[in-house]
């Protein structure tokens, strides 16, 4: 699965497990429609491993944690169970880590969908996957929604109150119990970090923003230059980009006098991670024109891009919701004979560039994958720039690395 995309579930008892090469702390959190938490009773982990319809499920260390959601046993009221994950280890971040959620039948242990997020960073904690109704039906969501603040900023954003270390004193006291408010029972805490919210006095502070990843932003400060793996989403006062935009590819021969022959194109994927079309010089227009390719430029010379596609994000069709865009030399020139390559995402109307990443690197290939766009599950899209060489001289063979690389 792609973030963002859905399946319908075919099984009424589905497990998550989540899989990582370090110790993961896996929880689950029942949500209303308002995307809170009634009660402590809805927050699923290791020290509270059984609620209503949903249980947890150590792994021992020896295999991943999991939750198992019974949709037929969740309360009515509850319209979403979400899965989360964090490292084990205090203060270790997702960096370098590739946790797979892998969802499974819950009766017969078959796999129905496995899911990795793309690109983490500093992120401590993950929305990994959200079980959820709709219309009457459940499914299964791919999320990757991250937080910087760990357990905390998950707890926070679905409405359960987080404690607070203490400052040390400066010389030991005796600990003072405040009596209970008379209107508020009295609540044990579940685990040293996370505890049922208090009955405030006043109106309660707005949770804070969850961060969405390192070094993510949006279009809000104007232009944004990205370097290799850095991600923007596509969203500027607050509304997702869904007009035309145009990717322009650009490049130039590292050697004067020579010309350089580059094809740019960019491959549409589903859900799946599955090949829906390509569009290239030989394929100028795909999905019902809501992509369309410039043409070829054989070489390389005059300023300005050299081939640009225009994606028309909001015609997109929903099956679409990964495209990744790529330059490839069908005459076998390495991209150590280029200079200057670079692409830029620009704002179709106005010809504002929004988005830029100059590759500073060069390998001795055939291909380069160069920017991602991956549809988000709340229906924006985000860029993340690549620079990722591969070997392939022609967009057919860059449809598996591409796909692999979503």
């Given at each position: 699965?792609?973030?963002?995309?859905?399946?319908?579930?075919?099984?009424?008892?589905?497990?998550?497990?989540?899989?990582?090469?370090?110790?993961?702390?896996?929880?689950?959190?029942?949500?209303?429609?308002?995307?809170?938490?009634?009660?402590?009773?809805?927050?699923?982990?290791?020290?509270?491993?059984?609620?209503?319809?949903?249980?947890?499920?150590?792994?021992?260390?020896?295999?991943?944690?999991?939750?198992?959601?019974?949709?037929?046993?969740?309360?009515?009221?509850?319209?979403?169970?979400?899965?989360?994950?964090?490292?084990?280890?205090?203060?270790?971040?997702?960096?370098?880590?590739?946790?797979?959620?892998?969802?499974?039948?819950?009766?017969?242990?078959?796999?129905?969908?496995?899911?990795?997020?793309?690109?983490?960073?500093?992120?401590?904690?993950?929305?990994?996957?959200?079980?959820?109704?709709?219309?009457?039906?459940?499914?299964?969501?791919?999320?990757?929604?991250?937080?910087?603040?760990?357990?905390?900023?998950?707890?926070?954003?679905?409405?359960?109150?987080?404690?607070?270390?203490?400052?040390?004193?400066?010389a030991p006291a005796q600990p003072v119990t405040p009596p209970p408010p008379a209107t508020?029972?009295?609540?044990?805490?579940?685990?040293?970090?996370?505890?049922?919210?208090?009955?405030?006095?006043?109106?309660?502070?707005?949770?804070?923003?969850?961060?969405?990843?390192?070094?993510?932003?949006?279009?809000?400060?104007?232009?944004?230059?990205?370097?290799?793996?850095?991600?923007?989403?596509?969203?500027?006062?607050?509304?997702?980009?869904?007009?035309?935009?145009?990717?322009?590819?650009?490049?130039?021969?590292?050697?004067?006098?020579?010309?350089?022959?580059?094809?740019?194109?960019?491959?549409?994927?589903?859900?799946?991670?599955?090949?829906?079309?390509?569009c290239y010089f030989g394929k100028l227009s795909i999905v019902g024109g809501a992509i369309?390719?410039?043409?070829?430029?054989?070489?390389?010379?005059?300023?300005?891009?050299?081939?640009?596609?225009?994606?028309?994000?909001?015609?997109?069709?929903?099956?679409?919701?990964?495209?990744?865009?790529?330059?490839?030399?069908?005459?076998?020139?390495?991209?150590?004979?280029?200079?200057?390559a670079y692409c830029r995402l620009l704002d179709a109307a106005s010809g504002e560039e929004?988005?830029?990443?100059?590759?500073?690197?060069?390998?001795?290939?055939?291909?380069?994958?160069?920017?991602?766009?991956?549809?988000?599950?709340?229906?924006?899209?985000?860029?993340?720039?690549?620079?990722?060489?591969?070997?392939?001289?022609?967009?057919?063979?860059?449809?598996?690395?591409?796909?692999?690389?979503?």
């Amino acid at each position: 699965m792609t973030p963002g995309s859905n399946i319908p579930l075919s099984a009424a008892r589905v497990t998550v497990d989540v899989a990582a090469p370090v110790r993961l702390d896996v929880s689950g959190l029942l949500l209303t429609a308002d995307g809170k938490v009634r009660s402590d009773d809805d927050f699923i982990f290791y020290n509270q491993p059984t609620g209503p319809g949903v249980t947890y499920r150590s792994g021992g260390g020896t295999a991943p944690d999991s939750i198992t959601v019974d949709t037929s046993a969740v309360p009515p009221g509850i319209e979403k169970i979400v899965v989360t994950a964090s490292p084990d280890a205090a203060g270790q971040t997702f960096q370098g880590i590739e946790p797979t959620a892998t969802i499974r039948n819950g009766d017969d242990n078959s796999v129905l969908a496995t899911f990795t997020p793309p690109q983490l960073g500093a992120e401590t904690a993950l929305v990994i996957v959200e079980v959820y109704l709709r219309n009457g039906a459940w499914k299964a969501r791919a999320v990757g929604q991250g937080y910087a603040n760990g357990l905390a900023g998950i707890a926070t954003d679905f409405g359960v109150s987080v404690e607070e270390p203490a400052a040390p004193a400066a010389a030991p006291a005796q600990p003072v119990t405040p009596p209970p408010p008379a209107t508020q029972p009295s609540v044990a805490p579940l685990d040293p970090r996370v505890t049922a919210p208090p009955a405030p006095a006043a109106p309660p502070a707005a949770p804070p923003a969850p961060t969405l990843g390192a070094g993510k932003i949006n279009l809000d400060k104007g232009r944004v230059s990205l370097q290799k793996n850095q991600t923007v989403s596509l969203v500027k006062g607050g509304r997702p980009l869904l007009s035309q935009v145009k990717m322009g590819l650009g490049w130039e021969p590292a050697y004067r006098g020579k010309d350089i022959d580059l094809d740019a194109s960019v491959i549409a994927y589903g859900p799946q991670r599955n090949h829906v079309d390509s569009c290239y010089f030989g394929k100028l227009s795909i999905v019902g024109g809501a992509i369309k390719h410039s043409g070829d430029n054989l070489t390389g010379e005059g300023g300005g891009d050299d081939e640009v596609i225009v994606v028309d994000l909001g015609r997109l069709p929903q099956d679409v919701t990964g495209l990744v865009f790529t330059v490839n030399s069908f005459s076998g020139q390495k991209f150590t004979e280029v200079a200057k390559a670079y692409c830029r995402l620009l704002d179709a109307a106005s010809g504002e560039e929004l988005v830029r990443f100059d590759l500073t690197s060069a390998e001795p290939q055939t291909g380069v994958l160069m920017a991602k766009l991956i549809k988000q599950f709340s229906g924006e899209w985000e860029m993340t720039a690549m620079g990722e060489f591969v070997k392939a001289r022609t967009v057919r063979n860059m449809v598996k690395p591409a796909a692999k690389a979503l």
